[in-house]
């Protein structure tokens, strides 16, 4: 057991979504001497969960429900134990165990020194960059303000008669579904389109949720292309809108063009030598960056979440890496022996909505009830858990 007089040491954690929000506030609560630096481009946390059902349906949610104050979320914690900063990470320092941050408020660049690191900057996606695509914010995006983002990629969608979709998992789906729904009140010349690269949407779950979700999406008039793969997606300079090339050259021409396919590691603040080929952090079974070593000792930072190499970048797997997380910073500050070692389970827990009144997924090797994803996920996209899980009072899944 540790003194509560004893000097304060500092966790830096940089990100501010669920991995990052979560180990913030698990230290608190179990280290009385920890000081915790929370380092984040948005002063927001944005329940991205709910990004297929807030860009389609604006009216769905109102902000404050989706967009919440970081620091308020932290303001329980004594201002000696917990800062928040709004900036982003340039660098990282292991030897000097410092973090650069250009701070967004004032305006400044600075290096902080950290007894321990905790690197939590998540991924983002092609269509929240606006990567050959549409600007759709399926992530946070590293805007300041993330509100006037949002409203634009609303705006988009709401003026456009023909989208089309590239990539069919589970948030291209799920947005298809929404905006499917959106659109029944439009004319009857509008159009949405999915595209698979697989034979099956929902590739990586079991055929018969793939099936059922191609059911429930063609019930609600989206034009299924499973088996063709996009090459490329170009807006024009002029008239705006998008021509999506398939694989073979076939066209399609749309208003609007959303990629769905894939992740981007959040990493250019990153050593390269803590990188894999593919830019996720390596990581150990214990969430130490394998490659943070000095004068030949293991260094003291971690990675926890999407921007590490583990796959299955579900927000499922959050909660348990988490756990392993806190409870090995836990050991080394307490000089403890016990360490903890994550085990990734390989099976699916996934729930696809397919607008409000029904979906599918997998828990296991169980296909979900459409009734049951649309109870428990469809009918809110859970948006009344983001308060909590920002307070650090419950897990996101």
């Not at 608190?28 to 001497?33: D, E």
């Not at 991205?48 to 059902?53: G, H, K, Q, V, Y």
């Not at 429900?65 to 928040?84: N, V």
């Not at 170009?234 to 894939?262: C, H, M, N, P, R």
Request: glycine share 8%.
């Amino acid at each position: 057991m540790i003194s509560t007089m004893a000097p304060k040491v500092t966790v830096v954690v940089i990100g501010g979504s669920n991995a990052g929000i979560a180990v913030s506030h698990s230290l608190l609560r179990l280290i009385p001497t920890v000081k915790v630096i929370l380092v984040n481009p948005s002063k927001d946390y944005y329940f991205n969960i709910a990004a297929p059902r807030v860009i389609a349906k604006p009216d769905a949610f109102a902000f404050d429900k989706y967009l919440l104050s970081i620091a308020d979320a932290f303001k329980q914690y004594p201002a000696k134990s917990f800062e928040f900063i709004q900036g982003r990470a340039t660098a990282i320092d292991a030897k000097r165990k410092t973090v650069t941050v250009e701070r967004t408020s004032p305006s400044s660049s600075s290096r902080m020194s950290f007894d321990y690191l905790v690197i939590a900057s998540g991924s983002t996606t092609r269509a929240t960059l606006g990567q050959g695509s549409a600007r759709v914010p399926f992530k946070p995006t590293g805007a300041e303000d993330l509100r006037p983002v949002i409203q634009e990629a609303q705006k988009a969608i709401a003026d456009a008669k023909s989208i089309v979709i590239g990539g069919a998992g589970p948030v291209g789906v799920e947005f298809a579904g929404e905006l499917a729904e959106a659109f029944a009140d439009k004319e009857k010349d509008t159009s949405i389109t999915l595209i698979s690269a697989s034979k099956q949407v929902l590739p990586e779950l079991k055929e018969s949720a793939g099936r059922a979700a191609e059911r429930l999406l063609k019930k609600k008039g989206v034009k299924l292309l499973t088996g063709r793969q996009v090459e490329k997606a170009e807006q024009d300079f002029v008239s705006k809108k998008w021509t999506v090339t398939l694989e073979g050259g076939v066209t399609i021409t749309a208003d609007v063009y959303v990629s769905a396919t894939g992740v981007i590691p959040n990493n250019r603040f990153i050593p390269t030598s803590f990188l894999d080929q593919d830019g996720w952090v390596k990581v150990d079974d214990q969430f130490r960056v394998t490659s943070a070593v000095v004068d030949g000792k293991r260094c003291a930072v971690y990675a926890v979440g999407d921007v590490t190499g583990h796959p299955y970048r579900f927000l499922s797997r959050i909660p348990e890496q988490v756990s392993v997380v806190v409870a090995n910073l836990w050991a080394e500050i307490t000089d403890q022996q016990m360490r903890a070692i994550y085990k990734p389970s390989n099976k699916q827990m996934v729930f696809v909505p397919v607008g409000k009144s029904g979906g599918t997924g997998q828990l296991g090797s169980w296909v979900a009830w459409s009734f049951l994803v649309a109870f428990a996920k469809g009918r809110d996209f859970l948006v009344p858990r983001a308060s909590s899980i920002i307070h650090g009072l419950q897990s996101a899944v």
